[in-house]
């Protein structure tokens, strides 16, 4: 490879590997400030939480139906 492509191949890599880790951690922070600031979590946060149970339950049985769907489609 030569070494402008390199060079061009490496600073895209970097981009992403900058964008993949700061953009999380910005708005982990900017939630953490929110929380902080209003001292707890906001009522509709509250009310996720407690049926965070059902939606773990319906995300993993819809995985599941999906993958079996592709599965099948691909034979």
Do not use: C, D, H
């Not at 946060?45 to 995985?63: D, K």
């Amino acid at each position: 490879m030569p070494k402008k492509k390199l060079s061009i191949f490496l600073s895209r890599q970097l981009m992403q590997i900058f964008l993949a880790l700061i953009i999380p951690l910005l708005l982990l922070g900017v939630v953490y400030l929110l929380i902080i600031l209003n001292k707890g979590l906001p009522l509709w946060m509250e009310r996720l939480a407690n049926n965070s149970g059902i939606f773990w339950t319906y995300g993993v049985i819809a995985i599941t139906l999906l993958s079996i769907l592709k599965y099948f489609s691909n034979n």
